[in-house]
């Protein structure tokens, strides 16, 4: 895949690593690897005790998917959070992106992904089981189903949308601001909130 290659194999590792991240290619992964390398004491030993430190410390929380160092996540331990709504959410990324917008202080739900013919994910490969638990739950009276406006997160939408159908809950979508084809994580901040200020029903 890499060709021949002057670099000793621990450089040729790092760079092949590197090159799996999202949005790095082989050739920004050698800049990136280079750049550390030249910068091993201020930059590639702090982060790769960093790294190791997440990988010790890190959690998936039981209850919502999210990740963070204790459990359950301080987002799901938050008193101050309003439990009744549940924001349903394909990937951590995407939590954090409306988090940080600050218009939503309910609890959260990340699947894991979409479901997807074509790469083969089915309702079995996502986190839904526990999802029909925490809304089972009566003191849950909202679902709001914060998936990207793709064809794979529309589908996503409408098969949730029956699976967790019952009369006295309310389940709703993202609303304008959210372009076709948008992934949420790459979106401004007052674009997700002005989506989740007027999301609508699903």
Do not use: F
Request: net charge negative; aromatic share 2%.
């Amino acid at each position: 895949m890499w060709g021949h290659s002057l670099n000793s194999p621990e450089i040729e590792h790092l760079i092949h690593l590197m090159a799996r991240l999202p949005g790095l290619g082989p050739r920004s992964a050698r800049r990136a690897a280079l750049t550390l390398l030249k910068k091993r004491d201020t930059l590639l030993e702090p982060l790769a005790k960093a790294m190791s430190d997440a990988a010790a410390a890190i959690r998936t929380c039981p209850d919502c998917g999210n990740l963070d160092t204790q459990t359950p996540c301080a987002i799901c331990a938050d008193q101050r959070r309003d439990a009744s709504i549940i924001c349903v959410v394909a990937d951590v990324a995407d939590l954090w992106a409306l988090d940080r917008s600050g218009a939503y202080r309910g609890l959260y739900h990340v699947l894991g992904g979409t479901l997807s013919a074509l790469d083969g994910i089915g309702p079995d490969d996502l986190n839904l089981t526990r999802l029909i638990e925490r809304v089972t739950d009566k003191t849950v009276n909202e679902v709001i189903l914060a998936l990207g406006a793709t064809v794979a997160g529309q589908a996503t939408a409408h098969y949730l949308a029956e699976r967790l159908e019952r009369p006295d809950l309310q389940i709703s979508g993202l609303a304008h601001g959210v372009p076709v084809g948008g992934e949420l994580d790459y979106l401004d901040d007052g674009t997700l909130s002005a989506a989740m200020t007027a999301r609508r029903p699903v």
